[in-house]
């Protein structure tokens, strides 16, 4: 069963199915924020990500890169002994360094959002190649899901989803390739 019959009504996949899964993103703390979570649900299901998402957006400053860039020891700390949120110490490392890789994209492109415009389009295997050169904690599932989730690669939604029709009216980039 494919995601786009399995999520409709569910009361947490449904709403995320419904309007955000696919659809393009170009706010910065956002897609820092779908790259957070993607990398916390690696080995876990998606499920315990989202029914986490408040709890990760409070513990994470509301994914305000600047301020996730910020973080020391203490920060890192409180993250890890947050039993609200996945306590996993790669993972938090990586959302961290990950924000202040966001940063110096910033800096070269003007954001992270013109970062992946500049990018595309690519196929998958060059994203995560990419992926894994620019941040960490991504391989192949993670980015995969991420683009996906964003807007930037295809196979969100199947063709029959009325998601499907409402996202391509919006142009994300996959619909250039």
């Known amino acids: 069963m494919s995601y786009c019959d399995s999520a409709p009504g569910h009361p947490f996949h449904g709403p995320y199915h419904d309007s955000e899964y696919g659809f393009p993103v170009d706010d910065d703390n956002v897609l820092f924020e779908r790259l957070a979570l993607e990398i916390n649900q ?17 513990a994470f400053d509301g994914f305000h890169i600047d301020r996730v860039a910020a973080y020391g020891d203490a920060e890192r700390e409180r993250l890890l002994g947050d039993a ?28 992270f959002s013109s970062w992946l415009s500049a990018q595309h389009p690519l196929p998958k295997e060059e994203w995560v190649k990419l992926f894994k050169k620019t941040f960490l904690f991504t391989g192949g599932e993670i980015t995969g899901e991420f683009l ?30």
């Open 148 to 177: 996906m989730s964003t807007g930037y690669l295809a196979g969100a939604h199947e063709k029959s989803c009325p998601v499907f029709s409402e996202i391509e009216r919006l142009n994300p980039p996959w619909i250039d390739n």
């Open 84 to 111: 609200a949120i996945i306590r996993n110490r790669l993972k938090v490392n990586a959302v961290i360094e990950n924000a202040r890789r966001i940063i110096a994209l910033r800096e070269s492109h003007g954001s």
């Open 42 to 58: 690696a080995g876990l299901s998606w499920l315990t990500v989202l029914k986490k998402r408040d709890a990760f957006m409070t």
